[in-house]
Every structure is written in C-alpha cells, then in structure tokens.
C-alpha cells in the first residue's frame, strides 16, 4: 500500500456543508464531499456505502443523518510537507495541533454533523483502481 492522506470521514447537513467547509479552511483543512470529489471513481456509490456504513454503525443513534452528505476532510500543506508532484509526502506523524483544529472546528457545528475521532487514510498516487490524490 502506497502513501496516504489522512482524513476524517464526516456526515453533513447538507444545509451546512458550505458553512463547515469555509469553517475547515481557516485551518488549511479542506473539506471533499465523496459523492463529487475527483479523486472517486463512483462517487455516488461511494458516498452511499460510506452513509450507510457510518449510521449503520450507530445502531440508531444517527438515523436522522441517514440522508446527510458524507465528506472528508483532510489536511492542507501547513500540516504536511510535498514531493515535487504535489502528492503529500508526511515526514512524520500529523500533529496533534492538526487533530484538535480538527475536532475543534466539527464540534462548533454541533448536531449537524456526525463523526467519529479517528482518521483513515486516502492513497495519495495513483492506482488502476484509483486515480490518486492531487493536492496541488
């Protein structure tokens, strides 16, 4: 497995999602909803078992947020440094400055948006199944 971007896989209100994504970005965070980020090959399907997935696991604790956008959000360049094609390249663990923006900025929104404190990883190069992530 290649390298990786970290990202907090969240679900949003739809009515706040722009509102959260200019929240994250005084933080260099950048906000992706799966159904349209370009680095998805079927977004649509992808943002639906992500969904699903996501509320399943609460076993009923977040069905009002059944129908709500899942994004991730991830870490711009003053968390990480980048190799010359823009892939992000961490020389190291995230700090946990980055974590708690994070978690800070998710939870001024409060019900709205639904997620867990853990982060998963994006690859970060292409794949045949993946076109990659291209950071810049």
């Known amino acids: 497995m290649g390298p990786r971007h970290l990202v907090a896989t969240v679900l949003v209100e739809p009515r706040v999602i722009e509102d959260l994504e200019l929240r994250v ?3 260099d965070l950048w906000l992706w909803p799966v159904r349209t980020a ?3 090959p079927d977004g649509e399907r992808m943002a639906f078992q ?3 997935r996501l509320v399943e696991q609460r076993r009923g604790a977040w069905d ?3 129908t709500w956008t899942p994004a991730w959000i991830g870490f711009g360049s003053a968390w990480h ?3 010359p094609d823009g892939n992000a390249r961490p020389t190291g663990p995230l700090p946990w400055a980055a974590h708690q923006r994070l978690w800070d900025a998710l939870d001024e929104f409060g019900s709205l ?3 867990r404190r853990r ?3 994006i690859p970060t190069e292409p794949t045949a199944q993946w076109p990659g992530l291209h950071l810049r």
């Open 25 to 27: 970005m005084t933080d």
């Open 64 to 66: 009002d947020a059944a």
């Open 50 to 52: 992500l969904r699903r």
């Open 81 to 83: 440094e980048f190799g």
């Open 38 to 40: 370009p680095v998805v």
């Open 119 to 121: 982060l998963s990883g």
């Open 113 to 115: 948006v639904r997620y």
